[in-house]
């Protein structure tokens, strides 16, 4: 786990994004079960590369099944924010944010990276 909790600082929140490590593995449905069981959720940003690994499911068609069936009497809203996905993973992840009334964004992460470095620089001068 990342140090820190939830915030609401959003400068905090995307900070924090941009400095989580790399692990290689999402278990995309076991992440966004846990979260549509909580009654108070109603909207869920789902990060990742778009590759699901390990977990209950670990292909597109039974997390966006599963995840339908769960969500059919609570609603959630899907936002998902994919980092440099595939072809076949960036359109499921488009597809699971539009059967659950959200939306997709890409982020490139060597784009990300070097905005990142660039402030970092920054900082170090002043």
């Not at 069981?37 to 997390?63: H, K």
């Not at 959200?102 to 402030?119: H, L, M, P, T, Y």
């Amino acid at each position: 786990m990342h140090e820190g909790g939830l915030t609401h600082d959003r400068a905090k929140g995307l900070e924090r994004v941009m400095t989580m490590p790399l692990s290689g593995g999402t278990r995309s449905f076991d992440a966004m079960e846990r979260a549509a069981l909580l009654y108070e959720v109603d909207t869920l940003r789902f990060l990742s590369d778009g590759a699901p690994i390990r977990g209950q499911f670990d292909d597109w068609d039974n997390i966006r099944s599963a995840l339908f069936v769960q969500t059919r009497f609570h609603p959630l809203a899907v936002f998902s924010i994919d980092f440099n996905a595939g072809k076949g993973n960036l359109e499921n992840m488009k597809g699971m944010a539009d059967e659950h009334y959200g939306q997709s964004e890409s982020i490139e992460v060597e784009k990300a990276e070097k905005v990142r470095k660039k402030k970092q620089k920054d900082d170090e001068k002043k």
